[in-house]
């Protein structure tokens, strides 16, 4: 199966900064099919991007993301106070379907 | 729009039958190409799918789970269900139903708010 590895475990910032989430696949991922979540506590995840770099349904435009093969970037442009929360990326290239670790956003 | 609400027992003993039902209101649950599916949430592994079922009927399950899952449609009630048999306590998870985008292989637009389920003697 495909392992996906998210960096860093935690990420520090502060409202208005800019932020850069990274998932590492173990192999290439087909199509590019990598999608991200958000998470907040007691909410099941959010879909924020399929296919790399699709914006879901209402998601502001201050998230995107980017990336192809085995390297995937989430980047927020300027963060806001709710976008502080736990980011999933996750491959539906190849089955099993695989979720990396998780990375949480935290403020500084 | 799509709301999913997941139910079912908190506590389940091991060795016994894990079962969930997830209620699917803004959608009917046997509309066209729809798919529906569960995936569970750890501290320690973190996101698992689990399984995902075409409005047919037809279901696709992770390997590792293969033996011990099933899924079904209740037409009549707009649900559909998970049961995992032989429980231990790595089963102990917090349960989301969703519904998975895609054709063969998915990503997923709509979770529910998840359900805990521990497995405990």
């Known amino acids: 199966e495909i392992v996906l590895t998210q960096s860093p475990g935690i990420l520090s910032l502060s409202p208005g900064e800019r932020a850069t989430l990274s998932c590492r696949a173990s192999?290439?991922?087909?199509?590019?099919?990598l999608a991200w979540y958000q998470q907040k506590p007691g909410q099941g995840p959010r879909l924020l991007i399929y296919d790399a770099s699709s914006r879901a349904t209402d998601i502001p435009d201050r998230f995107s993301g980017s990336g192809s093969g085995t390297d995937f970037t989430l980047t927020i442009s300027r963060l806001e106070p709710e976008d502080f929360a736990v980011y999933h990326c996750q491959q539906y290239g190849r089955t099993p379907i695989t979720f990396g670790q998780g990375t949480r956003l935290e403020t500084k | 729009q799509l709301q999913l609400q997941e139910s079912g027992p908190g506590l389940v003993k091991p060795s016994e039958t894990l079962s969930l039902t997830c209620t699917v209101s803004?959608?009917?649950?046997?509309?066209?190409?729809?798919?529906w599916g569960w995936i569970r949430q750890t501290p320690g592994k973190g996101l698992e799918w689990i399984a995902t079922?075409?409005?047919?009927?037809?279901?696709y399950i992770n390997p590792s789970l293969q033996s011990r899952v099933t899924m079904s449609l209740d037409t009549s009630k707009n649900q559909f269900s998970l049961n995992v048999n032989s429980v231990t306590a790595a089963d102990t998870a917090v349960y989301y139903c969703?519904?998975?985008?895609?054709?063969?292989?998915?990503?997923?637009?709509?979770w529910g708010r998840g359900a805990l389920v521990t497995v405990s003697s």
């Open positions: 803004g959608a009917s649950i046997r509309s066209g190409s729809v798919y």
């Open positions: 192999q290439s991922i087909s199509y590019n099919y």
């Open positions: 079922m075409y409005y047919t009927g037809t279901t």
């Open positions: 969703v519904r998975p985008r895609g054709v063969t292989t998915w990503y997923f637009d709509s």
